[in-house]
């Protein structure tokens, strides 16, 4: 009975903690009008603005094909690999994503005996 009187003092204990922590948060308190009048100017100031974003009136580009492209382009070593190459790096990580899950399932089973 001793343990329950305890374990009720420790509950009381949190709510308070819980109640005396949250009146204290700001997260929920009035604005400040001085933020209030700042947020206000900044929307005017915004909506008065015209957004360009012209970046230098360049020619747009009228389709992205493999001609329009250059020969030499970035890529990374994996790009450089071909197909076969990249197949023990899939396996791989098919291997890494499903061992933790295959590895629980044998754990939870022998737990059961």
Do not use: H, W
């Not at 374990?7 to 009146?23: I, K, W, Y």
């Not at 957004?51 to 009136?57: A, C, H, I, Q």
């Not at 360049?58 to 990374?76: G, I």
């Amino acid at each position: 009975c001793s343990t329950m009187s305890s374990l009720r003092s420790v509950a009381v204990f949190l709510v308070f903690a819980v109640a005396f922590l949250a009146s204290g948060s700001l997260a929920f308190a009035p604005a400040n009008p001085i933020s209030v009048q700042a947020s206000a100017a900044r929307s005017q100031i915004g909506s008065m603005t015209p957004l360009k974003m012209g970046f230098f009136d360049e020619k747009e580009r009228d389709a992205l094909t493999r001609d329009s492209e250059p020969e030499e382009y970035f890529q990374t070593n994996t790009d450089k690999m071909t197909d076969e190459e990249k197949i023990p790096i899939a396996i791989a990580g098919l291997v890494g994503i499903s061992l933790p899950f295959i590895l629980g399932l044998i754990a939870l089973y022998a737990a059961r005996y």
